[in-house]
């Protein structure tokens, strides 16, 4: 199994960006799927996460900002990233949570990430 992201890049503050992640492989089905970001010298972080169903869930400091979404037929996961500010500058990784064949145990996998720069 492989996440290919894409999307990152350099923005001025209050911009915009869109973050997207496919994955592909042996894939059996996807339960959550989601990303987590990390600037220099901090730990990775949860920024949103969504359900096989569409249950979303945001860290406080994206909530009315960002939007996650995702594509069940097609095994994708989008982040939409709306009045961005210096402070979203990270390394962004897409994670699924991923069955490869009928009652086989779930596992989760990275993308390889993707360097989001808010800059002036």
């Known amino acids: 199994v492989q996440l290919q992201a894409s999307g990152g890049g350099l923005v001025q503050p209050g911009g915009s960006l869109r973050l997207s992640c496919a994955a592909s492989?042996?894939?059996?089905?996807?339960?959550?799927m989601g990303w987590h970001r990390q600037a220099p010298g901090k730990q990775r972080d949860l920024v949103a996460s969504?359900?096989?169903?569409?249950?979303?869930n945001y860290a406080e400091s994206v909530k009315g900002r960002f939007t996650i979404s995702r594509d069940n037929a097609k095994n994708t996961v989008v982040l939409q990233m709306n009045s961005l500010k210096p402070e979203d500058t990270a390394v962004y990784y897409c994670?699924?949570?991923?069955?490869?064949?009928?009652?086989?145990?779930?596992?989760?996998?990275w993308g390889q990430g993707t360097q989001v720069t808010v800059s002036s």
């Open positions: 994670n699924a949570e991923v069955r490869s064949s009928y009652g086989s145990n779930l596992v989760t996998y």
């Open positions: 492989g042996s894939i059996f089905g996807i339960n959550g």
């Open positions: 969504i359900t096989y169903g569409g249950r979303r």
